[in-house]
């Protein structure tokens, strides 16, 4: 696992967008792993004004994306595919046939985890996965405890998930209790894991999740085991990280 300190939103958002855009560049077929979340606004952002300058295509791409809520239609503006559609999806030229998200609206929820995973091995399997963190060491919304094993599945939410997320509803009884997620197995196949990470409410578990042992209790600390990690954050991010750590994990 390497760590890029970078200055700040802004930056690490021009830099993440950067690494997407040279993956597409040298795999034109590439099967991309998106994430949504705030971390992830200024990114989209920074690949549609690629997109507008340099028409970067997405003909031949594949996108699939880490979750989504259960009970949200793609029409719902909370939902992970408004999101995605919104921010990303509508202003590049990728068809939405090759855009993957699961469907939190499936009558059989158990059937469509299925579904997705051997969707995401259908299309060849992920190159570049993009990935945010919970405040509590959450990834996709696989929560602390989950098993290192597990593929696409449904989760309860943890309240503190529908706490943090709740900014983005009317009222915290507006988040959605459950969402269908990739599971960690499925996340750690990806041949690479970009994990972005900003702002001072990131600093705490940045620094736990770089002093700790792999454990479930903190999801993304099983990313160190994986050999093609990037954790791409800023420097309040970074925060609370010692310079042992640093240097541990310097390039
Ligand atoms: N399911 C999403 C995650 O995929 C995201 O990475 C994380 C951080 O979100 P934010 O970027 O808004 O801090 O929490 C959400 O619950």
Redesign the pocket.
Known sequence: MKIIEVRDYKEMSQKAAEWIIHQVRINPHSVLGL??????LGTYAALVEDYRNHQTTYRHVHTVN??EYIGLDGDHPNSYRYYMNHHFFHFIDIPSSQTHIPNGLAEDVEAECQRYEEMIQAVGGIDLQI????QNG????NEPGTSFDSTTHVVRLAES?RK??ARFFSSIEEVPTH?I?MGIATIMKSKQILLLASGE??ATILSQLLETEVTPAIPASILKTHDNVTIMADQKALALVSEEQRKVYAQ
């Open positions: 994430a949504t979340g705030g971390t992830m880490l979750d990935v945010g963190i919970g959450h990834i996709g919304f998930t943090a997320n969402a997620t409410e990131k």
